[in-house]
Each structure stands twice: as structure tokens, then as C-alpha cells.
């Protein structure tokens, strides 16, 4: 019998604020153990939850970049279970009314384009961490991450393979971090995911009994556990080697097995009911039109625009379109100097130039795309030379730079125009070194060369390079 | 007979805090093992307010654990009681004269009736008037702060300086519906006939104040309120849930009593919450999980939130017609240790009077032994109409 795969998957994202979901504590990642804390997110008694705002405007921004409805009232609900690294010993989330349902994600596989419905998406907080001490064998918290915002996005079973599962799980990321929800780090935890699975024959309108894999954090590991899944189920069901339950099971990467956790008997009765201390969060028309506005084009609308009326070769579209930070920045940049070529070689080239010396990704560009342009006209005007253009950019990465062409006058980068002025540099270095005047009059261009970094030098690169070339060798001719 | 913790210093302006009230300067406890000792590191809004206002917190009282029970007969450091009558601590500090007024937060009616039973003055003030920060939530969608004194004018004294809109907590009302601003006179009371249950002496004090009423030209008429007999069931059902809810963070993980006996995590939760939590608290514990099952939600919860709904909607007309309802607060006049010894629902048989209006949030003034119930921000009414009895 021929079986088919039904998937569905939940995705965490932690969304990006600066802190946490009902108090003011630090949501950054990387602290010291137990920095980001305070009586809320410890769970000391007394301490009442108030909703931070940007969770709500980023969870919608999430479920308009996945073509979802927006709840309009929205409320959050109590989860309990007893687990060290939850200090209340509930959850707060969303239970009862979700802020965004009946979505879409569209991919593209191998076997073309398909469409994953989006079952809800809803806002929580996040649990603090269990580290264990090897040494002193005992385990202890870290609240840090206790209270963090995450969304969860539902999809339906509408997934039946591994390379659909990737491809959907890619598509959320970009889209998320395009509209700067999440910076969907796998390897940090911002992105994880849990992966029901369940098979059936196929044209079968009934579903199998389904398992579920919790918090798996890379593509590969779930290719992996979602194949060996699916050989399982389908062993289980063809020769009987095992009976299928429904259950949680464990993802072990290294030996690329999954283990039974517990099973759905055993499985904890969470109690929700909805928390009396948070009051349903209205939105209304002001702050659903505030964040629909602030929304970006698509990748894919950007790529499109990128390599038609702005002309950019495919391989510079791909690179810009990789980041949102890239695209801000360039298209700033290109609505004051006008060049699209120019400004995608400054920051395909320069901008990520400095990025990989101080090992910032390109999501981490904040320069002041405005800045750039000015930076770009400067130089294209033969105001500014190359090389004192990349040390002015370089100066915009350590803090922002208004006005450009007031800073280069501070600062010496302006290019001169007083001839005068290089023939006084160039006369005194054709004095200086009658060598290289004689063996550049002897046939040797690279005598030129040596001349003209010297001179070059003396002018602190504030030449038009073309001017300096045409009174060096007119002096030299002279002589 | 004990009492209350007492700070040394006092002043001319001393306020009793009851143990639900976090405090900086002395231990928490909520009446209970398990929060023994416990220190907390910021105080309720209700202090920071009253010491703006120039009170000073003379001490704290003991209550009943997490404040469900009667009159306090719950609490692990003992009960307040005078030759095995039961007293309520934060009443009887100021009935002692060693505190003007009590601030303490009401959760199942212990304040009004420590407060009918000693003949003070009480207010519970419309929920959300007064910031629940840093008060041991137990039940958090009634329970409110309040106010027990020996006469109007302090209640609305104290009251004062505490109302007000707080950024800290999320059910906060707008500064303006915190204000207790002027009121008319009340022209027609109605008296809740399904709460006239209770013994004769309790009654006579319903007919006293009804008799006052008349006296000062108010048209005083009784209505059947059957409606309101449904609010006990439903707000324990509510209150239970909520507890059981807000007291799984004492787990002996963080803070508050850990058990010496277990060898793993689940030994180190059931054997502390075992040996710290009593009687009363396990059973609320156990019931109000018990509601919130998946089984038992939408039939036992869900349906106690409608009745709720119910119960607000029937008083809404009431308050339509009527500027107050005057009820019992309790079936009677004293209650021993040994009675709630024998039989330990007393305070869920008693709640009768006190669960029409913590379910709803609704404001009360006990005074005279009995209690004026006004629509929601009728404060100033209630005071007022207190006022001339």
C-alpha cells in the first residue's frame, strides 16, 4: 500500500523587543544567568502583568506578513503545569482568542507551488532554562529568557514532506525577519519548532495516529527526524513491529533516533482559563491601519522592482533582497544619490567589507542609508576620492553622520580644485626624487606610479586623480 | 489571643495592614507555613499610598490563610479569638483603638464580617478603585482592598487616600472613576429578601437600619433578589480556580518553606505544598483544579463566569431603580473556634451574603451590623448614605 505524509507544524519565534512581555526587564539575548530579572518574571507574589504593546503590534505584523485575520479583541489566557524553569508555574498565553487566525504561507518545491493554511498565531511568554552542573551534580535556573515574547504560529496538516516542511519553514523566516519580527535564529533558540506527523493511505480522508517532536532547532535535524518518522509509522504499519500511539517523543540528533516521552494518557491537563489580571486587548482601526502601514514589500517585489526599472543584475538583487537591513539602506541611499548601481556596489562590497571585520551579519547594518547616498554624490562628483569616501563610511558605522559633505570639509576629505596648490606637491616631488624623474623618462611607467602615491600622500588623497596624473607628467615634460 | 505583628513606632495616624499586604519592612505571610518569614522585596501600592498621605503602618494583622476562610480561624500562627469567640485581627486592632483604620484585601468576606460582627464601619470600594499591586493574589478577578474603621469619616478618609488609577496594575480604572466625588441622597433602597436567611438578632439589625432609613424620608421596599442566592456557588467556584491558579508558584522551588523530605523534583513540590498549605487552601486547591479540568471547564467554570454575567446584568436593573440593597453580612452574631473546628465550610455556607458582591465587584458599606450594596462607583452614595445612619 502506498502511504502519504501528513504534516503540521509549530513554529516559536521570540519577537524582537527590547523587553519582555509583561515587564520592563531586558529581553536581549547573551546576558549574564539571571541578569534580566525582577519580581514579575521570578514569580514573586504581588506583582501584576501589564502587556507590553510592541508584542501585540509585532504578533500582527506576523499574521499580516501570513495573510491572516486579525482578532480585533484579543485575550490572554493561564497555561498551568509545574516545571522549575516556569516560576508562576503558569504560562501566560493564548488560549480562547488568538490575536491572528486563518493564514497562508505560500512555497515552492520540486513539485511546484502549493499553499500551507496558517491554523492561528498567537502571543506568550517564554520559560526560563535548566543548566546543569555536571560537577556538583545539581541543576539550576536561569530566568533570563522567563518571559521573553515568542509568538506561536499553527499551521494545518497541510504539509507531506520534509523538503515542503523546509520550505515552509524557510518562506516563515524570511518573511519574519523581512518585516523585523524576529531575527529567527535557529542556533540561538529565537526560531523553534515542534513537528506533528501521522501517515496515512493514500486518498484517505482520515488521519493516522499522530506523534509530535518538540523543540527541534535546525533544518537539517528535522529532514532527518521527519524521514525516520515517517519509516517508522510506515514499518509500524506495514509489518507490525510496533504499535502506533499517540504521543511526545524526543528528537535525538546524534543518533538520529526519536524516544517516546509520554503519552497521550499521561499527558498533563493544562487548566487554561482566562487571566483575570490582563484585560482583553482591544484593537482598533488607528492601530490596526498604524501597523498595516508599517509593513514591507516582499522580497520578492523588492527583487522584481531591483533588476527592472532600477536595472541591478540578478547576483546584486539576490544580496540586497537577503536582508531588510540591506534594502532600507539601499534604497535610502539611491533616493538621494540616484545611482542603483553605484549604491548596491557600496553596500554589496563596502558595507558588508566592514560587517565582516567586526563579525556583524547583515541584518545588523543600521547605517544611515540618507548618509550613504550623500557619501555615493560626493564621490561621483569628484568632491571626495574613493579611499576618503570608505573612511568615512567606516566613521558612519561607529555613530551617525547628518551631513556629509560638512563632515569631509571638517576633516580634510574634500577633493581640491586648486591646481596651484598640486603643482606646488608635484614640483617639490620631482625635485625630491630626480630618480624616478629620470627612469620614467627612460621608458619606466611604474616611476609615474611611484611619484604619484607620494604626491597623493602630500595632498591627503584630496586630488582628482585624472588632474594630478595630467600636472605631473606636464612638469615632468618640462623639465 | 493573637492579634497582630506590632512595628515599635507609632503615630497619631496608624494603619493595621492585614497579611495579604506586602510590606518592606515586615514579613508576609498570608496566614500561611508556607510563605513563613517571607520578606518581600517591594510593598503594595496600598502602602506606598498611605504613607504618601502621611499614615504610618503600625503593624500587620494576622489573617486566615490567603484570607478564604470565616474570620481567620485558618491561619497557621493561630486564630484571633477572646474566650473562643472568633474576632478577625484587623478589626479588633481597631476596635482595641491601637489603629484608626484597616486596610486589608477582601477575598471571600472575612473583613465585613470581623467588621458587622465588632459593630466598625467597612468599605470595600468598587473593584479597580484601588490598586491590587502587591497584594498575595488569591482570587484576583473580586478581590479588592479595603477599608475597616470605627466611623464613616475615617472609611472615607482613608479611602481617599488610597482610590486612585495605578499604571501598575492592568484592571486599574481611569483616575477620574477612582475619585469619590459628591453624591445625591438616596431616595429608595430595596431589601434583598432571599439574604433575609439569617437569625433573629442579625435580623433585628436589618430592621434597625431599615427603621433609620424611613426615618430620613427614604422609601424602603423589598424585592425578591433570588438571583443573588446564585452568586455563592458561582464565586467559589471562580475564587477556587483563581487560587489554586495563584498559589502553584509556591512550589519550595524559589522562595517561601522547602521541604527537608524528597529525593526529586516531584517529592521536593508535593511534600512542601503538603506540609505547608492547610486544610482549607488544599481543598480550595483541589476543588478549583478540579473546575478548570478539561472535563469540567465549559460545564463548571465557563457556566460560573455566565452567572456571573447573570448576576451583574439582574443588578444592573436593580440599581436602575433602587440606590442601594440592604442585606445580612452574616447568619449571625458570634462564632466560636469550636464551631469551625466541627465544621470547616463555614465560610462557604457563610459567603451567601458577601459572593453577590465580589463576584460582581460592586462596592459595600457594612456598618451597623449589616450591609449597603450600590452599583459600581456609587461609592460616595454608600458613604454618604452611611453616613446618616
Given at each position: 500500500?502506498k502511504?502519504?505524509t501528513?504534516i503540521?507544524?509549530?513554529v516559536?519565534?521570540e519577537?524582537?523587543?527590547?523587553?519582555k512581555i509583561?515587564?520592563s526587564?531586558?529581553?536581549e539575548?547573551?546576558?549574564?544567568?539571571?541578569?534580566h530579572?525582577?519580581?514579575?518574571?521570578?514569580g514573586?507574589?504581588?506583582m501584576l502583568?501589564?502587556v507590553?504593546k510592541r508584542v501585540?503590534?509585532l504578533?500582527?505584523t506576523?499574521?499580516?506578513?501570513?495573510?491572516c485575520?486579525?482578532n480585533?479583541?484579543?485575550t490572554?489566557d493561564?497555561?498551568?503545569y509545574?516545571?522549575?524553569d516556569?516560576?508562576?508555574?503558569?504560562?501566560?498565553?493564548?488560549?480562547f482568542?488568538?490575536?491572528?487566525v486563518?493564514g497562508?504561507?505560500d512555497?515552492?518545491?520540486?513539485?511546484?507551488?502549493?499553499?500551507?493554511r496558517?491554523k492561528?498565531?498567537h502571543?506568550?511568554e517564554?520559560?526560563?532554562?535548566?543548566?546543569?552542573d555536571d560537577?556538583?551534580d545539581?541543576t539550576l535556573?536561569?530566568?533570563?529568557?522567563?518571559?521573553?515574547?515568542?509568538?506561536e504560529?499553527?499551521?494545518?496538516?497541510d504539509?507531506?514532506s520534509?523538503?515542503e516542511?523546509?520550505a515552509?519553514?524557510?518562506?516563515?523566516?524570511?518573511?519574519l525577519?523581512f518585516a523585523?519580527?524576529?531575527?529567527?535564529?535557529?542556533e540561538q533558540?529565537?526560531?523553534?519548532?515542534d513537528?506533528?506527523?501521522?501517515?496515512?493511505?493514500?486518498?484517505s480522508?482520515?488521519l493516522g495516529?499522530?506523534t509530535?517532536?518538540k523543540?527541534?532547532?535546525?533544518?537539517?535535524?528535522i529532514?532527518?527526524?521527519i524521514?525516520y518518522?515517517v519509516?517508522?509509522h510506515?514499518r509500524?504499519?506495514?509489518?507490525?513491529?510496533?504499535?502506533?500511539?499517540?504521543?511526545?517523543r524526543?528528537?535525538?540528533?546524534?543518533?538520529g533516533?526519536?524516544?517516546a516521552m509520554r503519552?497521550?494518557?499521561t499527558?498533563?491537563?493544562?487548566r487554561?482559563f482566562?487571566d483575570p489580571?490582563?484585560?482583553?486587548v482591544v484593537?482598533?482601526d488607528e492601530?490596526f491601519?498604524r501597523i498595516?502601514?508599517?509593513l514591507?514589500?516582499?522580497?520578492?517585489?523588492?527583487?522584481?522592482?531591483?533588476?527592472g526599472?532600477m536595472?541591478l543584475?540578478?547576483?546584486d538583487a539576490?544580496?540586497?533582497?537577503?536582508?531588510?537591513?540591506?534594502?532600507?539602506?539601499f534604497e535610502d541611499?539611491?533616493s538621494?544619490c540616484?545611482?542603483?548601481?553605484?549604491?548596491?556596489n557600496w553596500?554589496?562590497t563596502?558595507?558588508?567589507?566592514?560587517?565582516?571585520?567586526k563579525?556583524?551579519?547583515?541584518d545588523?547594518l543600521?547605517?544611515n542609508?540618507?548618509?550613504l547616498?550623500?557619501?555615493?554624490?560626493l564621490?561621483?562628483?569628484d568632491k571626495v576620492?574613493?579611499?576618503n569616501?570608505k573612511?568615512?563610511?567606516a566613521?558612519?558605522?561607529?555613530?551617525?553622520?547628518?551631513?556629509?559633505e560638512?563632515?569631509?570639509?571638517?576633516y580634510?576629505?574634500i577633493?581640491?580644485n586648486?591646481?596651484s596648490a598640486?603643482e606646488n606637491?608635484?614640483?617639490e616631488?620631482?625635485?625630491?626624487?630626480p630618480?624616478?624623474v629620470?627612469?620614467f623618462k627612460?621608458?619606466k611607467?611604474k616611476a609615474l606610479?611611484?611619484?604619484?602615491?607620494k604626491?597623493?600622500?602630500?595632498?591627503?588623497?584630496?586630488?582628482?586623480p585624472?588632474v594630478l596624473r595630467e600636472i605631473l607628467?606636464a612638469?615632468i615634460n618640462k623639465? | 489571643?493573637?492579634?497582630?505583628?506590632t512595628?515599635?513606632?507609632?503615630?497619631?495616624?496608624?494603619?493595621v495592614v492585614?497579611?495579604?499586604?506586602?510590606?518592606?519592612d515586615?514579613?508576609?505571610?498570608?496566614?500561611?507555613?508556607?510563605?513563613?518569614?517571607?520578606m518581600s522585596?517591594?510593598?503594595?501600592?496600598a502602602?506606598t499610598?498611605l504613607?504618601?498621605?502621611?499614615?504610618?503602618?503600625?503593624g500587620?494583622a494576622?489573617?486566615?490563610e490567603?484570607?478564604?476562610d470565616?474570620l481567620?480561624?485558618t491561619?497557621h500562627f493561630?486564630?484571633?479569638?477572646?474566650?473562643?469567640?472568633?474576632?478577625g485581627?484587623?478589626?479588633q486592632?481597631v476596635?482595641?483603638?491601637?489603629?484608626?483604620?484597616?486596610?486589608?484585601l477582601?477575598?471571600?468576606?472575612?473583613?465585613?464580617?470581623?467588621?458587622?460582627l465588632?459593630?466598625?464601619?467597612?468599605m470595600?470600594?468598587?473593584y479597580?478603585?484601588?490598586?491590587?499591586f502587591g497584594t498575595?493574589?488569591?482570587a484576583?478577578?473580586?478581590?479588592t482592598?479595603?477599608?475597616t474603621?470605627a466611623?464613616?469619616?475615617?472609611v472615607?478618609e482613608v479611602?481617599?487616600a488610597?482610590?486612585?488609577?495605578?499604571?501598575?496594575d492592568g484592571?486599574s480604572?481611569p483616575?477620574?472613576k477612582?475619585?469619590?466625588?459628591?453624591?445625591?441622597p438616596?431616595?429608595?433602597?430595596?431589601?434583598?429578601k432571599?439574604?433575609?436567611?439569617?437569625d433573629a438578632?442579625?435580623?433585628?439589625k436589618?430592621?434597625?437600619?431599615?427603621?433609620?432609613l424611613?426615618?430620613?424620608?427614604?422609601?424602603?421596599v423589598?424585592?425578591?433578589a433570588?438571583?443573588?442566592?446564585l452568586a455563592?456557588s458561582?464565586?467559589n467556584?471562580?475564587?477556587?480556580a483563581e487560587?489554586?491558579?495563584n498559589?502553584s508558584k509556591?512550589?519550595?522551588?524559589?522562595?517561601?518553606?522547602?521541604?527537608?523530605?524528597?529525593?526529586n523534583?516531584?517529592?521536593l513540590?508535593?511534600n512542601s505544598?503538603?506540609?505547608a498549605?492547610?486544610y482549607l487552601?488544599?481543598?480550595?486547591?483541589?476543588?478549583?483544579?478540579e473546575?478548570?479540568?478539561?472535563?469540567?471547564?465549559f460545564k463548571v467554570?465557563?457556566?460560573?463566569?455566565?452567572i456571573?454575567?447573570?448576576?451583574s446584568e439582574?443588578?444592573?436593573?436593580?440599581?436602575?431603580?433602587y440606590d442601594?440593597?440592604?442585606?445580612?453580612?452574616?447568619s449571625k452574631t458570634?462564632?466560636?473556634?469550636?464551631e469551625?473546628?466541627a465544621?470547616k465550610y463555614?465560610?462557604?455556607e457563610?459567603?451567601?451574603?458577601?459572593?453577590?458582591?465580589?463576584?460582581?465587584?460592586?462596592?459595600?458599606?457594612v456598618?451597623?451590623?449589616v450591609?449597603l450594596m450600590?452599583?459600581?462607583?456609587?461609592?460616595?452614595?454608600?458613604?454618604?448614605?452611611?453616613?446618616t445612619?
Amino acid at each position: 500500500m502506498k502511504y502519504e505524509t501528513v504534516i503540521g507544524l509549530e513554529v516559536h519565534v521570540e519577537l524582537a523587543t527590547k523587553s519582555k512581555i509583561f515587564c520592563s526587564c531586558s529581553a536581549e539575548f547573551g546576558a549574564e544567568q539571571n541578569d534580566h530579572v525582577c519580581p514579575a518574571c521570578s514569580g514573586m507574589p504581588g506583582m501584576l502583568p501589564i502587556v507590553n504593546k510592541r508584542v501585540v503590534d509585532l504578533g500582527m505584523t506576523a499574521g499580516m506578513m501570513l495573510n491572516c485575520d486579525i482578532n480585533r479583541v484579543t485575550t490572554f489566557d493561564k497555561k498551568s503545569y509545574y516545571y522549575p524553569d516556569l516560576p508562576n508555574a503558569y504560562q501566560t498565553t493564548q488560549w480562547f482568542s488568538p490575536i491572528c487566525v486563518n493564514g497562508r504561507v505560500d512555497i515552492e518545491t520540486s513539485k511546484g507551488p502549493k499553499s500551507i493554511r496558517i491554523k492561528q498565531i498567537h502571543m506568550e511568554e517564554d520559560a526560563g532554562k535548566l543548566v546543569h552542573d555536571d560537577w556538583s551534580d545539581t541543576t539550576l535556573v536561569d530566568f533570563n529568557r522567563t518571559s521573553v515574547p515568542l509568538i506561536e504560529i499553527v499551521s494545518q496538516p497541510d504539509i507531506s514532506s520534509a523538503e515542503e516542511a523546509i520550505a515552509y519553514l524557510e518562506r516563515l523566516r524570511d518573511l519574519l525577519r523581512f518585516a523585523k519580527v524576529s531575527d529567527c535564529r535557529w542556533e540561538q533558540g529565537s526560531m523553534r519548532c515542534d513537528v506533528n506527523l501521522s501517515i496515512r493511505p493514500e486518498g484517505s480522508d482520515v488521519l493516522g495516529v499522530r506523534t509530535e517532536m518538540k523543540n527541534m532547532n535546525s533544518l537539517s535535524a528535522i529532514t532527518r527526524a521527519i524521514k525516520y518518522e515517517v519509516a517508522r509509522h510506515t514499518r509500524a504499519l506495514e509489518k507490525g513491529t510496533e504499535e502506533l500511539v499517540q504521543e511526545t517523543r524526543r528528537w535525538d540528533d546524534n543518533e538520529g533516533k526519536s524516544y517516546a516521552m509520554r503519552t497521550k494518557e499521561t499527558a498533563g491537563d493544562y487548566r487554561y482559563f482566562p487571566d483575570p489580571n490582563i484585560m482583553p486587548v482591544v484593537i482598533d482601526d488607528e492601530w490596526f491601519s498604524r501597523i498595516e502601514k508599517t509593513l514591507p514589500e516582499l522580497p520578492e517585489v523588492k527583487r522584481e522592482k531591483y533588476t527592472g526599472e532600477m536595472g541591478l543584475s540578478e547576483y546584486d538583487a539576490d544580496q540586497l533582497v537577503s536582508s531588510r537591513a540591506l534594502c532600507d539602506v539601499f534604497e535610502d541611499a539611491v533616493s538621494v544619490c540616484g545611482s542603483a548601481k553605484e549604491a548596491a556596489n557600496w553596500i554589496i562590497t563596502d558595507c558588508m567589507q566592514v560587517l565582516n571585520k567586526k563579525k556583524m551579519t547583515a541584518d545588523m547594518l543600521d547605517i544611515n542609508g540618507t548618509s550613504l547616498g550623500q557619501l555615493i554624490k560626493l564621490v561621483s562628483e569628484d568632491k571626495v576620492s574613493r579611499g576618503n569616501a570608505k573612511r568615512i563610511l567606516a566613521a558612519m558605522f561607529e555613530g551617525e553622520i547628518a551631513d556629509v559633505e560638512a563632515y569631509a570639509k571638517e576633516y580634510g576629505f574634500i577633493v581640491s580644485n586648486d591646481t596651484s596648490a598640486i603643482e606646488n606637491i608635484v614640483k617639490e616631488a620631482i625635485a625630491a626624487d630626480p630618480k624616478s624623474v629620470a627612469d620614467f623618462k627612460a621608458g619606466k611607467e611604474k616611476a609615474l606610479m611611484a611619484l604619484f602615491g607620494k604626491c597623493m600622500k602630500q595632498l591627503k588623497g584630496n586630488a582628482n586623480p585624472q588632474v594630478l596624473r595630467e600636472i605631473l607628467i606636464a612638469e615632468i615634460n618640462k623639465i | 489571643m493573637k492579634v497582630y505583628i506590632t512595628k515599635s513606632e507609632a503615630t497619631g495616624k496608624n494603619i493595621v495592614v492585614d497579611d495579604m499586604i506586602l510590606t518592606t519592612d515586615m514579613p508576609t505571610t498570608a496566614g500561611s507555613k508556607m510563605l513563613d518569614g517571607y520578606m518581600s522585596l517591594f510593598e503594595a501600592q496600598a502602602v506606598t499610598a498611605l504613607k504618601e498621605n502621611g499614615y504610618t503602618i503600625c503593624g500587620k494583622a494576622n489573617t486566615g490563610e490567603f484570607n478564604l476562610d470565616l474570620l481567620g480561624e485558618t491561619s497557621h500562627f493561630g486564630p484571633c479569638e477572646e474566650n473562643g469567640v472568633l474576632k478577625g485581627a484587623a478589626a479588633q486592632t481597631v476596635k482595641m483603638g491601637d489603629a484608626m483604620a484597616a486596610v486589608t484585601l477582601e477575598v471571600n468576606g472575612s473583613s465585613a464580617r470581623a467588621a458587622a460582627l465588632a459593630g466598625l464601619v467597612m468599605m470595600k470600594p468598587t473593584y479597580g478603585t484601588v490598586s491590587r499591586f502587591g497584594t498575595i493574589p488569591a482570587a484576583c478577578s473580586g478581590e479588592t482592598v479595603c477599608v475597616t474603621a470605627a466611623d464613616v469619616d475615617t472609611v472615607k478618609e482613608v479611602l481617599t487616600a488610597l482610590k486612585g488609577h495605578d499604571d501598575k496594575d492592568g484592571t486599574s480604572l481611569p483616575q477620574e472613576k477612582c475619585v469619590l466625588g459628591q453624591a445625591m441622597p438616596a431616595k429608595k433602597v430595596a431589601v434583598a429578601k432571599s439574604l433575609l436567611t439569617a437569625d433573629a438578632d442579625t435580623l433585628a439589625k436589618v430592621e434597625a437600619v431599615k427603621a433609620k432609613l424611613i426615618a430620613n424620608g427614604v422609601e424602603v421596599v423589598e424585592i425578591e433578589a433570588e438571583q443573588l442566592l446564585l452568586a455563592k456557588s458561582a464565586w467559589n467556584i471562580l475564587m477556587s480556580a483563581e487560587l489554586c491558579n495563584n498559589v502553584s508558584k509556591y512550589d519550595g522551588v524559589k522562595y517561601g518553606y522547602r521541604t527537608p523530605n524528597y529525593t526529586n523534583i516531584d517529592e521536593l513540590y508535593t511534600n512542601s505544598r503538603t506540609e505547608a498549605f492547610g486544610y482549607l487552601t488544599k481543598s480550595t486547591v483541589l476543588f478549583g483544579s478540579e473546575t478548570l479540568s478539561e472535563a469540567n471547564y465549559f460545564k463548571v467554570y465557563d457556566k460560573a463566569q455566565r452567572i456571573r454575567r447573570v448576576i451583574s446584568e439582574y443588578l444592573t436593573a436593580v440599581f436602575a431603580e433602587y440606590d442601594a440593597i440592604l442585606a445580612p453580612v452574616c447568619s449571625k452574631t458570634e462564632y466560636t473556634v469550636e464551631e469551625t473546628a466541627a465544621n470547616k465550610y463555614m465560610a462557604y455556607e457563610e459567603s451567601t451574603y458577601t459572593a453577590p458582591s465580589m463576584i460582581t465587584g460592586i462596592p459595600v458599606v457594612v456598618t451597623g451590623g449589616v450591609q449597603l450594596m450600590g452599583a459600581p462607583l456609587s461609592d460616595a452614595a454608600l458613604l454618604a448614605m452611611a453616613e446618616t445612619l
